[in-house]
């Protein structure tokens, strides 16, 4: 029925009213495809909210939509979070008036689900305040992840964020130290004070963490490799920095 929410086994929301009222009754959208053509009132509202809540929406061909429903989905087709997405503002707060030195990992740019489960997996085991994510370019919460992070995502905060170079300005004003995982250094990962309220960014296995986000970087940190291999796995580069992390905090208690 038209105006009324449809959803199918995929987490997806179809027609224009239908998304409408998904976003205004708190439902958490991941993301947004709107046919390129589309205008009118209601399509207007729609990218206004989406700009209002933060919901990345692209335009695209009705190809794709056709491809993703067989459904009248009246040019937009939404897909929901399994997981609500949280503000880190209030995630490092709640740290902080918890007593912890808050512990961050920043994704510039993964975009592998599987590797993305895996690190929440690992931030969940190593007691990480939460993960943050860009908007745009990158993972989200699907049932896939959730089920190679092997349900961590039902546990530890993800927030994702619009603009990250801002972002990462904030979790420096927040009194964050920002700690880039690099091959662009020769401080070893051992050599950083994790003690400190840290965020640890990991950037994508082919480009690495962005240029203007390295530049805003407090410390460098590199993994050594010994073998004929240039560079770890994405996951395990993240499991090795956060439990180093761990055993420089458990040397304090």
């Known amino acids: 029925m038209q105006g009324r929410e449809k959803t199918e086994r995929n987490e997806m929301v179809f027609g224009v009213r239908a998304v409408i009222e ?12 709107l046919k390129n053509d589309t205008t009118g009132e209601l399509a207007k509202e ?23 429903t067989r ?3 009246q040019g937009v087709v939404a897909f929901i979070s399994p997981v609500a997405y949280q503000d880190v503002e209030e995630v490092l707060t ?12 920043v994704l510039d740019g993964i975009t592998d689900t599987r590797n993305f489960g895996a690190i929440a997996r690992t931030a969940d085991c190593a007691g990480f305040d939460g993960l943050l994510l860009p908007e745009r370019g990158s993972v989200s919460i699907t049932p896939e992840a959730i089920k190679t992070s092997a349900g961590a995502l039902f546990h530890v905060p993800v927030s994702r964020c619009r603009n990250m170079l801002d972002t990462v300005r904030l979790l420096k004003a927040m009194g964050l130290q920002i700690v880039g995982a690099t091959e662009k250094t020769t401080d ?21 963490i962005s240029p203007q986000v ?3 970087c ?5 993994i ?3 073998g004929t291999i240039s560079s770890l796995n994405v996951s395990v580069a993240a499991g090795v920095m956060a439990y180093e992390a761990v055993r420089q905090r458990l040397q304090n208690q």
């Open 22 to 33: 998904a976003i205004e009754a708190g439902k958490s959208i991941d993301k947004i495809f």
């Open 46 to 68: 729609l990218t206004a909210l989406s700009k209002q809540y933060g919901i990345p929406l692209q335009r695209v061909p009705l190809e794709k939509l056709n491809r993703l």
């Open 71 to 73: 459904k009248n989905h």
């Open 94 to 105: 709640r740290a902080f008036e918890a007593g912890r030195s808050p512990l961050l990992l």
């Open 188 to 208: 070893r990962y051992t050599e950083c004070d994790f003690r400190k309220p840290t965020a640890i960014v990991m950037g994508a296995e082919d480009t690495g």
């Open 214 to 216: 390295l530049r805003e």
């Open 218 to 222: 407090d410390a460098l940190a590199t």
């Open 224 to 226: 050594p490799i010994l």
